[in-house]
């Protein structure tokens, strides 16, 4: 992650005194700890667990010894708040293995961290390295080809994250990678992952759309109602940001790729 990225992230969280005003809740952290299913995790990682949204979701939902990775002081510190278990060390140093042995891990969690990083062969790899046989990654990224993304792109013929706006600056610094829901697909399978099921997010609970439901409750009720269509009836290309859960590809057989709506 670039270095002028990592103080913008400071930045952005100075005005948060906890986790609770948060102000950036997705819809990728209200389906945990659901994407588990009734897959039996004992040990989870969750990397660049940023303020530990996720890490409180399935530390009160689900049974598991589970640790946040970050190396934001202010996320640490937050999430050190929350009672949960951290540690920092730097995911995209490509010289230097997660300091994990090998197999350790039942889960992996990476939700909206690989589009910043530089090394993502390394990352990957090591992700690999560190679940056990039987082990999943649950990952996310911005789905640039999804109709969020897209729609305004193509009206207005600006790039996705604007520099010159406050909101979007952190965002515009930070992201490196620009994946769309095939290219994640894609690139993570051509690692020894096998895609297991994508889940996507109905609009529900998001700090976004609660903010829209305020202003106008149909205005919300419309669009939560046009995003469940599309993805009841089209490909998950068209989502936000679906989170893939994939399996390591261990030569064992494979169950078919399924589509999952929360």
Known sequence: MRKDAIQLEEDRFQKISSVDEYDSFHERHRIFPAVFEKRKHSRIIDLAGGMGVVGRRIQGRYNADLICNDICPKCLSSMEKSGLKTVSFDIDDNETAFPFPDGHFDAVIALATIEHLMYIDHFVNEIYRILNDDGYLYISAPNYSGLPYLLPFLLTGKTFHDPLSGPDRYEFYAHIRYFTYRTLVEFVSSLNFVPEAVYLPIPQESSKFQAMKSRSRLKAQVMRTAMQMVY?????????????CFRKDTGSSKEAFRKIIL
Do not use: D, K, Y
């Open 232 to 244: 009841t009836f089209f490909s998950p290309r068209w989502a936000a940001e679906p989170v893939i």
